[in-house]
């Protein structure tokens, strides 16, 4: 009897090795062709111009690990990435990558554990349940997007937090009903506890955990008395009460999101009840069906409470509740709850300013996973021949991945897709401009943005990027005007403020573009380039005090700029303080070896009568640029200054 037990486990032990070499394998293969694909939408401000990133020395002093309300694991994740590769967007999608397989580990383990609250007549069918749960999961073309936007990472760590607390619930509920291994089990709710609390710091989806641990206690649960268990319920929602009430002290508000201000302009009615429809028509559809992915879904608010949209997927939604209740798996009721109690922190009574984004499916669609599985191997008990059918799914899931990977190889190619299935949405046409205008294609840019502001009239952004195409021809005025329409519009954003005071300066205007450079800087006084610019506008009206002191900002910003330590140098040369004029140009070419420098420097030396001092310069410039006439007529000056003696 030993030795069988014995073989017995180093079957299972071979088996699990297999599975996540399998698991792994295919993850790789399918999300090798991702590991290019530029920054897209929301990176720009949540990784690349996200300044509490930029330093991971500096993290805890900037946000504070124990700042979860502003997601602040998440950040940490970004961070780390920055620290050690910059803006190289191979380190970010690595992480998410390995993150996806690591969801995909766990959620195999985690299946092994679950099927133990199946009936006993289940138990040979869904043998092999982990695996394909798992293999659906990963190969699933709807995560792509939570894989590859890399902003979407909190989708996918929040999951896998989710899923490892989880199973480590469970391994602590286990360990307690066996009273055995004392120290494993304290050591499985410390390590479960700190894994729900790092899920808090990445995404609030995590906030159902509890509800979901309650479920599978009752559901695993022989007696289900409810007086023996409303004490575990208790105790296993104190997590979830310490959290809502720290939210509701920070925060103030439990039901709104503090940067999301759409949060307070939509009716919460509406909102919920096109959520119904979201989650029938869109996400359930999509998860099943992973055709046609989009990654702008329009799907706009329903007319009102007696539409019939809502409505009918009202009725689909019970009907399918009802199918599902009168099957004989516990696990698959389990599944369907856990998907609908999953998607409700974004599809409920909380508005979000997207009604559909495909990467809210990625935790729900673990449990739709665990369903289909549960299926397909029902069904192959009754038929051979669902086996096959289960890998030619695989297959297709995994080439529909591929294919839908190859949209994301460019901020372009990603847009182009979402206008063909979102033609009438106004927000996908502009970020196409705004893809195009990266890439200098101005025409396209120019025809996108007018597309924008045809279907959105009374939306800014069309009127900034227009504005931007104005700057880059050099037509200051029309640039102006399309700015100042923004913020007319209300785009109170630093970056139309600066770009409005930025135009007035070219139009030679530096007191009217004073205030707007200052109110850039009062919203994001992070940008080097916002403080530069003011420095420049207060040099020109001869404030050099205010203006060294904007351009010391930049330079403490960003150390190495260059044109502001130059500017430095030449207020210095303004007030006649040569030696000190002299000393910041050689600081500014020691930052970077430009012509314009070292013509600074020759006509500071030559103003100091140190006319030897100045022909290197001179000789370096002529060199580099043999055209430069004014360089070439300075340099004959000087040589023929040294040669006369001095008296």
Not at 550 to 559: D, H, N, T
Request: include cysteine.
């Amino acid at each position: 009897m030993e030795n069988t037990d014995l073989t017995i486990k180093n079957y299972n032990y071979s088996e699990k090795i297999k599975a996540l070499v399998l698991i792994c394998f295919c993850g790789v293969i399918l999300f090798f062709a991702t590991i290019h694909s530029p920054f897209l939408y929301d990176d720009a401000h949540a990784i690349e111009d996200n300044p509490y990133i930029k330093n991971l020395s500096q993290f805890q002093q900037l946000v504070g690990v124990q700042n979860i309300f502003n997601r602040s694991i998440l950040l940490l994740t970004f961070s780390v990435n920055n620290d050690l590769g910059q803006l190289d967007v191979f380190g970010y999608h690595l992480i998410n990558i390995m993150l996806h397989l690591c969801v995909g580990i766990i959620l195999y383990f985690l299946t092994m554990e679950l099927v133990r609250i199946e009936e006993s007549s289940f138990a040979k069918i869904f043998q092999r349940l982990p695996i394909v749960v798992s293999l659906i999961h990963i190969f699933n073309p709807i995560n792509i997007g939570s894989i590859t936007y890399l902003s979407s990472r909190s989708s996918v760590l929040a999951t896998f937090f989710y899923l490892s607390s989880f199973y480590l619930f469970i391994r602590f509920v286990n360990y307690k009903e066996k009273k055995i291994n004392k120290w494993g089990n304290i050591l499985c709710l410390v390590a479960g506890l700190l894994l729900f609390y790092l899920g808090l710091g990445t995404k609030e989806i995590i906030v159902t955990l509890p509800i979901i641990a309650i479920l599978y206690l009752w559901v695993q649960s022989s007696t289900k008395r409810l007086r023996t268990f409303i004490p575990e319920l208790l105790v296993i929602m104190v997590p979830l009460i310490i959290y809502l009430l720290y939210r509701y002290i920070d925060m103030g508000n439990l039901f709104v999101i503090k940067n999301d201000p759409y949060s307070h302009m939509i009716d919460r009615e509406l909102y919920l009840v096109t959520q119904i429809k979201a989650i029938i028509s869109y996400y359930l559809v999509k998860i099943l069906f992973p055709i046609n992915l989009n990654f702008e879904p329009d799907m706009r608010l329903v007319s009102g409470i007696l539409d019939w949209e809502w409505m009918a997927c009202l009725i689909i939604g019970v009907c399918l509740a009802i199918c599902i209740f009168k099957q004989k798996s516990i696990l698959l009721k389990y599944a369907f709850a856990w998907a609908l109690i999953t998607i409700l922190p974004t599809s409920s009574i909380i508005p979000l300013k997207q009604i559909v984004t495909e990467h809210r499916s990625y935790l729900p669609g673990v449990a739709i996973s665990m369903g289909l599985g549960i299926f397909f191997l029902r069904a192959a008990s009754i038929n051979r021949l669902m086996h096959p059918v289960l890998i030619l799914v695989l297959v297709f899931y995994g080439l529909l991945t591929i294919k839908r990977s190859l949209d994301y190889r460019s901020e372009i190619s990603i847009w182009e897709d979402t206008i063909k299935k979102s033609p009438y949405k106004s927000l996908a046409h502009n970020n196409l401009g705004t893809a195009y205008l990266s890439k200098d294609q101005l025409k396209k840019a120019r025809n996108s943005f007018g597309a924008a502001s045809a279907l959105s009239p009374s939306s800014p952004d069309p009127y900034i990027n227009l504005g931007h195409i104005h700057s880059r021809n050099q037509e200051w005025d029309k640039a102006k005007l399309k700015y100042d329409l923004a913020l007319k519009l209300g785009a109170n954003r630093s970056q139309v403020f600066f770009h409005s005071g930025l135009m007035r300066l070219k139009l030679k205007k530096p007191e009217e573009a004073i205030p707007f450079l200052l109110e850039a800087i009062k919203i994001k006084n992070h940008r080097a380039i916002y403080h530069h610019e003011l420095g420049n506008a207060f040099r020109v009206i001869k404030q050099y005090d205010s203006a060294l002191k904007s351009y010391r900002k930049a330079l403490k910003l960003e150390p190495n700029h260059v044109e502001a330590q130059n500017n430095i140098a030449v207020i210095f040369w303004k007030l006649n303080a040569l030696d000190k004029a002299e000393m910041e140009f050689k600081k500014a070419l020691v930052m970077e070896d430009k012509n314009t420098i070292h013509k600074n420097l020759a006509n500071v030396y030559i103003a100091k009568k140190q006319f030897s001092m100045a022909i290197p310069h001179l000789k370096t410039v002529i060199e580099r640029n043999p055209n430069d006439s004014r360089a070439r007529s300075l340099l004959h000056v000087v040589e023929i200054i040294q040669k006369i003696p001095s008296r």
